[in-house]
């Protein structure tokens, strides 16, 4: 087909079909970096902040409660207080990254998730000041009996969804890692394929 043509016009008919593949190819390239990018960032600044808050409200959850048996159970006042104050810290850390993950959710399994956190946290908080106040009352076995039944239930429910939300984070950092994977993949091929047809293309016009 062209090797009927004059040199010129076949040199010319090549060269600009191989700068308009080249083009193609950059313009994908450039679009693919893109999303890329934007995926990456997904996953650095929002899905895997959010899972490591997650994670932050289990440790303080498992805090708390460690402070809580540790109030009982001494007779030391400089140690009951130490307890005191970790209890404290727990609490800030919870409801920091309580308000954190509020204020950025976006999807409505996530908000979901946070509604039902804040529902099993509810009971909990009301049923542990419940227990400091019998603790500071000096009522001790009373305090014992609360920690062991209704508050360790209620911490086992709050722990159950915090739990949940730990895994919803963690599929979604997965998913937005396989989203990205994805998008590589595609557009190497698409590159490769365009690299191809302008080889041959330009193999056509050389024979």
Do not use: C, W
Request: glycine share 8%; aromatic share 6%; hydrophobic share 45%.
């Amino acid at each position: 087909m062209f090797k009927h043509m004059r040199i010129g016009l076949r040199l010319g008919i090549g060269f600009g079909t191989l700068l308009l593949l080249l083009g193609i190819m950059v313009g994908v390239s450039y679009q693919q970096l893109r999303g890329l990018d934007f995926m990456i960032n997904k996953v650095v600044n929002d899905r895997f902040p959010k899972t490591v808050q997650a994670k932050e409200i289990n440790d303080a959850v498992n805090l708390a409660a460690r402070a809580n048996r540790n109030i009982v159970l001494s007779s030391d006042p400089q140690y009951i207080e130490q307890q005191y104050d970790r209890l404290a810290q727990a609490r800030k850390q919870i409801d920091h990254n309580m308000k954190t993950l509020q204020d950025t959710g976006r999807s409505e399994e996530g908000k979901k998730l946070l509604d039902g956190l804040d529902e099993a946290a509810g009971p909990y908080r009301e049923l542990e000041e419940e227990y400091l106040d019998l603790v500071k009352s000096e009522k001790r076995d009373q305090a014992l009996q609360l920690l062991m039944g209704k508050l360790s239930k209620a911490q086992g429910q709050y722990m159950e969804s915090v739990e949940a939300l730990i895994r919803f984070q963690t599929e979604q950092v997965h998913e937005a890692g396989k989203e990205a994977d994805d998008m590589t993949s595609a557009a190497v091929k698409l590159v490769v394929a365009l690299a191809a047809g302008a080889f041959l293309l330009g193999l056509g016009f050389a024979v």
